[in-house]
């Protein structure tokens, strides 16, 4: 069974500090990884989609790969209050079938 | 473009009765997902289409079902409803499906109790 793990958290980091967010996947077969930004009520936002070796980069956000060792992250650079969310991390194999997510990590940029 | 929609935003259910969930996009998206959410907790996949006439189960399909008519629709059905089944429920879609830069495209979910 695929599995996606995340620090729960909370994350707390200062405005204008970067903000470090982690995530390993058990599927070795996994093609693409996904980062997804979720306020509080609301649905999934794409951040950020990364699928070959390597960093990433969009703006203040930077997504990383390592696929030997099945680890991705994301780095949110000068950080606002307005990035305090939940980060979902999330992969896909190669078929028809839907994203697996992790549980989340909940961000907080304190003013 | 709305994008894509669900109906209703809340519902309370009493146990063993059924309901309907709405999901519908204007993307002309051929790839179409429901997932649901529990309290802190990731998304789980319960069901997805890859297009009019074809699904398919996911991670948690146990209590639903679902049939995709045409292009746009999705509707996901909840029989004999359960305490269990209290969660936030996410549609999504997506052009392609199994391709490395396929993004999902999320509605803006339903809220449902069970009691």
């Known amino acids: 069974q695929k599995e996606v793990e995340q620090n729960s958290g909370p994350l707390s980091v200062p405005e204008g500090a970067i903000a470090s967010l982690n995530c390993t996947y058990s599927?070795?077969?996994?093609?693409?990884f996904f980062w997804y930004r979720q306020y509080s009520g609301k649905s999934p936002e794409l951040i950020m989609f990364i699928y070959s070796n390597g960093d990433k980069e969009d703006g203040r956000f930077t997504a990383q790969l390592n696929k030997a060792s099945q680890y991705v992250s994301l780095l949110i650079r000068d950080s606002q209050p307005s990035d305090s969310a939940t980060y979902l991390c999330?992969?896909?194999?190669?078929?028809?079938?839907?994203?697996?997510f992790g549980k989340g990590t909940h961000l907080i940029i304190q003013p | 473009n709305a994008g894509v929609t669900q109906t209703p935003k809340f519902r309370i259910l009493k146990i063993g009765q059924s309901m309907t969930l709405q999901c519908t996009q204007d993307?002309?998206?051929?790839?179409m997902y429901w997932y649901r959410q529990d309290p802190g907790m990731g998304l789980k996949l319960i069901y997805y289409?890859?297009?009019?006439?074809?699904?398919d189960k996911g991670e948690v399909p146990n209590g639903y079902n679902v049939s995709r008519s045409t292009t746009e629709d999705f509707p996901l059905r909840l029989e004999l409803a359960a305490p269990s089944q209290t969660s936030v429920y996410f549609c999504a879609s997506s052009y392609h499906g199994g391709g490395v830069l396929d993004t999902q495209y999320f509605g803006p979910g339903t809220r449902l109790t069970v009691l």
């Open positions: 289409s890859v297009g009019a006439g074809i699904t």
């Open positions: 599927d070795r077969g996994s093609q693409s």
């Open positions: 999330a992969v896909r194999g190669g078929g028809a079938d839907g994203l697996t």
């Open positions: 993307m002309n998206h051929n790839y």
